[in-house]
C-alpha cells in the first residue's frame, strides 16, 4: 500500500516550479482586484482563499478563488452590485461572465486557471449574512489545524475522490467538495484513516458535534459553524459510492482509484434507455443543473405512474446550449392490458361506482376474495409514445420545472439510447448504463 500512496503523492502534490507559477499569478490578479476595490469604500478587504490559499490544492487543477469583504451594513442591492462591478473591471481583458450561487459572482479564465471574484460580507464568527461570509474562517481554522503532511493527506483523498468520479459539492455533482476533504482530514489524520473510517460508516454517520438534528446519508458538521451540516450537499448515492470504494481500495490497493477509470457504455443495456433532450437559453450552469435534474425526478415518477418500472435516472447538460434527462427502464414496453382493483362486493356505494366506471373495459369479475377486479385496456404500453404524449400535452402537469417549461416546449426530443449522438449525453449514457468496477471489484 505504501508504494500505491507514493505513487498517489507524485500525481497530487504540486512540484515547487507549479507552485511559484501559481503563486505568482495569485499575486497579479489580487493585485487587480485589490486595485478596483479602492473605487468602493464599502469594501473592507480583498483577499485570497480557497484551495489556494490553505495549500490543498490539487497538482494541475486549482480554481483561484478572491474574496471581496464588504460593511456589513450594505443592503443586498448594493452589496451584488459591488461584488459584480469589482469582478468584471478586474478580470476585464479576461472575458469575465457572471455565475451564480446565493448571490452573483463573476468568473474568468486566466493562463487556464479559473478564477472567481466572490463577494462576502465582512462580519463576525456565526454572524452570516451570506454563505460566502464563511469562507475566510474556513481558510484560517485548516492553516491553524493542518500541517503541510495533513494538507498532503487532503490531496490524497482530492484525487480518490476524483478518480471515482465523486469530487466537488456543485449541484451538477452532489458530491465531497474541497472542504470536506479538508475536514475529514481534520477529523480522522490521514488519508488511509478516512477510508478506514468510511468503510465502516452506519446510516446518518455523524462527524463532529451538531446543535440539531440532520437527516442526512452522512452528517458532517462544519468546524465553524455547528449549525451547518456539510453532509446536505452530498447525494445518498455519492455517500455509498464513497463508502464502497473505500472498502474496494483498502481490500485491494491500486492507482486506478486516483488515475479513475471512464465508463464504457454497456450496449446491452442501450436498448432499455430512453433519452429525453432540449435545447435551451443561455444561463447559470448551477441554474440549469438544477432544474434539469428536478425535471428527471418529475419524470421519473410519471413513467412508473404509467405503469413503467425505472432503474435508474440521471439528467446532463454541456452547460452550453443542450440539456438531458436519461432513464434505464426495465423494459420499454409492458403489457397491453392493465388490472384495476376494486372494492370487495359488501361496499355497495363503492362497488356500484366501480362497476359504472368501469362498464367499457375488456372483462369484470369478483376474485376470490369477494373483490371486483377489471381489466383494461393501456392508452400506452411504449414508454416512449407515453412520454412524447405526457410532454406534448401539459409540461407543467408533468411535474417540468417551470424554468425549462418554454425552452422544451421549442426543441423536446425523445430518443432511444442507440439514437444519442451528442458528446455529454454519451458520457452520461456511459455511466447509467455500466457499472462501476472500481467499487463493485469486477475489475480484479
Request: glycine share 8%.
Amino acid at each position: 500500500m505504501s508504494n500505491i500512496l507514493e505513487q498517489a503523492r507524485k500525481i497530487s502534490i504540486p512540484a515547487r516550479q507549479e507552485q511559484e507559477e501559481i503563486g505568482a499569478l495569485a499575486e497579479k490578479l489580487l493585485a487587480l482586484v485589490k486595485k478596483e476595490a479602492t473605487n468602493h469604500p464599502e469594501v473592507i478587504s480583498v483577499e485570497l482563499g480557497g484551495s489556494f490559499a490553505k495549500g490543498t490544492w490539487l497538482k494541475g487543477k486549482l480554481d483561484l478563488d478572491i474574496f471581496v469583504k464588504i460593511k456589513k451594513d450594505t443592503n443586498e442591492k448594493r452589496f451584488e452590485e459591488i461584488g459584480n462591478k469589482i469582478g468584471k473591471k478586474s478580470m476585464e481583458k479576461f472575458h469575465p461572465y457572471v455565475r451564480y450561487s446565493e448571490h452573483p459572482y463573476v468568473e474568468a479564465v486566466v493562463e487556464g486557471t479559473k478564477v472567481n471574484v466572490v463577494p462576502c460580507y465582512d462580519v463576525e464568527k456565526g454572524q452570516w449574512k451570506s454563505a460566502a461570509d464563511r469562507s475566510s474562517f474556513h481558510t484560517r481554522f485548516i492553516l491553524e489545524q493542518l500541517d503541510e503532511q495533513k494538507k498532503n493527506e487532503v490531496r490524497l483523498l482530492k484525487k480518490f475522490l476524483r478518480g471515482i468520479n465523486i469530487y466537488g459539492a456543485e449541484i451538477a455533482r452532489e458530491g465531497f467538495g474541497g472542504y470536506v476533504s479538508e475536514v475529514l482530514i481534520y477529523h480522522y489524520g490521514s488519508f488511509i484513516k478516512v477510508l478506514e473510517a468510511a468503510a465502516n460508516f452506519a446510516q446518518g454517520q455523524v462527524i463532529g458535534s451538531p446543535t440539531k438534528k440532520f437527516e442526512t446519508a452522512l452528517v458532517l458538521i462544519d468546524p465553524v459553524d455547528s449549525n451547518r451540516n456539510l453532509g446536505t450537499a452530498i447525494s445518498a448515492q455519492n455517500c455509498g459510492k464513497f463508502i464502497l470504494a473505500a472498502r474496494a481500495y483498502l481490500k485491494k490497493p491500486s492507482m486506478i482509484f486516483f488515475n479513475g477509470k471512464k465508463p464504457i457504455v454497456d450496449t446491452k443495456n442501450l436498448q432499455n434507455i430512453l433519452v429525453v433532450k432540449f435545447d435551451y437559453k443561455s444561463r447559470s450552469p448551477d441554474i440549469i443543473w438544477g432544474q434539469v435534474k428536478r425535471g428527471a425526478t418529475a419524470l421519473s415518477g410519471q413513467l412508473e405512474l404509467g405503469g413503467f418500472q425505472v432503474l435508474r435516472k440521471s439528467a446532463t447538460t454541456d452547460e452550453t446550449s443542450e440539456a438531458a434527462m436519461l432513464f434505464l427502464l426495465h423494459s420499454t414496453t409492458i403489457e397491453k392490458a392493465l388490472v384495476k382493483n376494486g372494492p370487495d362486493v359488501f361496499r355497495k356505494a363503492e362497488s356500484e361506482n366501480f362497476i359504472l366506471r368501469n362498464s367499457k373495459n375488456k372483462l369484470t369479475w369478483v376474485d376470490d376474495d369477494g373483490r371486483i377486479l377489471s381489466l383494461q385496456q393501456r392508452e400506452f404500453h411504449e414508454a416512449k409514445k407515453f412520454l412524447q404524449s405526457l410532454l406534448k400535452k401539459n409540461l407543467s402537469k408533468a411535474g417540468i420545472p417551470s424554468g425549462i417549461i418554454p425552452d422544451m416546449k421549442r426543441s423536446f426530443r425523445v430518443l432511444g439510447g442507440n439514437q444519442v449522438t451528442s458528446k455529454s449525453i454519451k458520457k452520461a449514457l456511459a455511466e447509467l448504463t455500466s457499472t462501476n468496477e472500481l467499487i463493485f471489484g469486477s475489475s480484479k
